[in-house]
T-cell receptor
Framework: GENVEQHPSTLSVQEGDSAVIKCTYS??????FPWYKQELGKGPQLIID?????GEKKDQRIAVTLNKTAKHFSLHITETQPEDSAVYFC???????????FGTGTRLQVFP | NAGVMQNPRHLVRRRGQEARLRCSPM?????VYWYRQLPEEGLKFMVY????????ESGMPKERFSAEFPKEGPSILRIQQVVRGDSAAYFC?????????????FGAGSRLTVL
């Protein structure tokens, strides 16, 4: 089945710097890749997603890129702010089921 | 729209007791997913249900765990004879149809502590 790996597990940046989180997936037929943000004590919230027919998608300070050949996708956060501090999860949808398989998460800390 | 509602938010059980976690999907959503999150870990898929049907339970432990989504009422995740290893946050998510067309919306989770 699908396997999603995520790096790094922790990331500390200074306010205003950029943050990049990378994920790889194993099932070449996966076609949907969302990113979720989870704040302490809360459920994951979708922040951006990308489908396999698109290489890049941007929404204000966040962007996601997808390389289907290499089977990896990345989240980019520019001009980071302290409120960006959270755990971020990538996920991939398997080719023949409707379940999302999640990465292990990245704890992002943005220092003021 | 109240979003995905989960209750209880916190549940404490002693070993051997039963835990029942409830999930009401967003209005208009007919698909429910349960995920488990152990401390400091990611989200592990457990089960995917539609009304009155289990579609995929490949992530459910073979014993003690069961899930249902009746025609009326919330989805229930039931854990019988709980053990300390069941302590985790259990998240429910819903979607109006298949994930390929629509995203998953998560609830705030139910945190189970087994003493």
């Amino acid at each position: 089945g699908e396997n999603v790996e995520q790096h790094p597990s922790t990331l500390s940046v200074q306010e205003g710097d950029s943050a990049v989180i990378k994920c790889t997936y194993s099932d070449s037929a996966s076609n949907y890749f969302p990113w979720y943000k989870q704040e302490l004590g809360k459920g994951p919230q979708l922040i951006i997603d990308i489908r396999s027919n698109v290489g890049e998608k941007k929404d204000q300070r966040i962007a996601v890129t997808l390389n289907k050949t290499a089977k990896h996708f990345s989240l980019h956060i520019t001009e980071t702010q302290p409120e960006d501090s959270a755990v971020y999860f990538c996920a991939a949808k398997t080719s023949n089921t409707d379940k999302l398989i999640f990465g292990t998460g990245t704890r992002l800390q943005v220092f003021p | 729209n109240a979003g995905v509602m989960q209750n209880p938010r916190h549940l404490v059980r002693r070993r051997g007791q039963e835990a029942r976690l409830r999930c009401s999907p967003m209005k208009g959503h007919s698909h429910v997913y349960w995920y488990r999150q152990l401390p400091e870990e990611g989200l592990k898929f457990m089960v995917y249900l539609q009304k009155e049907n289990i579609i995929d339970e490949s992530g459910m432990p073979k014993e003690r765990f069961s899930a249902e989504f009746p025609k009326e009422g919330p989805s229930i995740l039931r854990i019988q004879q709980v053990v300390r290893g069941d302590s985790a946050a259990y998240f429910c998510a819903s979607s109006p149809q298949t994930v390929g067309a629509n995203v998953l919306t998560f609830g705030a989770g139910s945190r189970l502590t087994v003493l």
